[in-house]
């Protein structure tokens, strides 16, 4: 079951912060990010284990609710090279794994 | 080291055609997936391959197959294109060996149009 992402578009200075939703119908697994800017190939961002965990990289991190079956991306601090189209992935207790539709963020100075 | 490699990167075809889109990669990972994106609806999964000599559907296989040629090479064919069949292809890699999902590195896509 794909998941849902929200928003679908954001519109941040420089410096703000922002957050990216997904969720599931389904019981999960893990959940991946990926980005992806304009042209180009998504790129690997983190992945969340069931266990409620929470991982982060600089000014980028993610939570995962387990009972929920969502999972947030939050971004501090933005910058212009986080402009982009994030995906979430669900992979589900039964192995099968979606992306999300995306959200498209960008960065204005 | 190259990665995940795709080929073309562009390509036009006229409804009924044929052709097979390549990947390689030099990661020695064992599962490889190709994907299609379309504007709006994400990345879907057309076919993917836990290991050398297995393949699988995904959730869009219709018209296409694919061939696990080697542990490196994981090719997609469209026997008789359609222009339903426009969009951006993606061919990944992970190390994973299907249970549970890994990370996964994506080539650089191929821009298919159907005319």
């Known amino acids: 079951q794909q998941p849902v992402q929200s928003p679908q578009a954001v519109i941040l200075r420089e410096g703000e912060d922002a957050v990216i939703n997904c969720s599931s119908s389904k019981a999960l697994y893990s959940v991946h990010w990926y980005r992806q800017k304009h042209g180009e190939a998504p790129v690997f961002l983190m992945i969340l284990l069931k266990g409620g965990e929470q991982k982060g990289h600089e000014k980028i991190s993610a939570s995962f609710n387990e009972k929920k079956q969502q999972s947030s991306l939050y971004l501090t601090a933005s910058q212009l090279s986080y402009s982009g189209t994030y995906f979430c992935g669900t992979e589900e207790t039964g192995n099968q794994f979606y992306f999300g539709t995306g959200t498209s963020l960008t960065v204005i100075p | 080291n190259a990665g995940v490699t795709q080929t073309p990167k562009f390509q036009v075809l006229k409804t009924g055609q044929s052709m097979t889109l390549q990947c390689a990669q030099d990661m020695n990972h064992n599962s490889m997936y190709w994907y299609r994106q379309d504007p709006g609806m994400g990345l879907r999964l057309i076919y993917y391959s836990a290991s050398e000599g297995t393949t699988d559907k995904g959730e869009v296989p219709n018209g296409y197959n694919v061939s696990r040629l080697n542990k490196r090479e994981f090719s997609l064919r469209l026997e008789s294109a359609a222009p339903s069949q426009t969009s951006v292809y993606f061919c990944?890699?992970?190390?994973?060996?299907?249970?549970?999902?890994?990370?996964?590195?994506f080539g650089q896509g191929t821009r298919l149009t159907v005319v």
């Open positions: 990944a890699s992970s190390a994973g060996t299907g249970v549970r999902r890994t990370e996964a590195f």
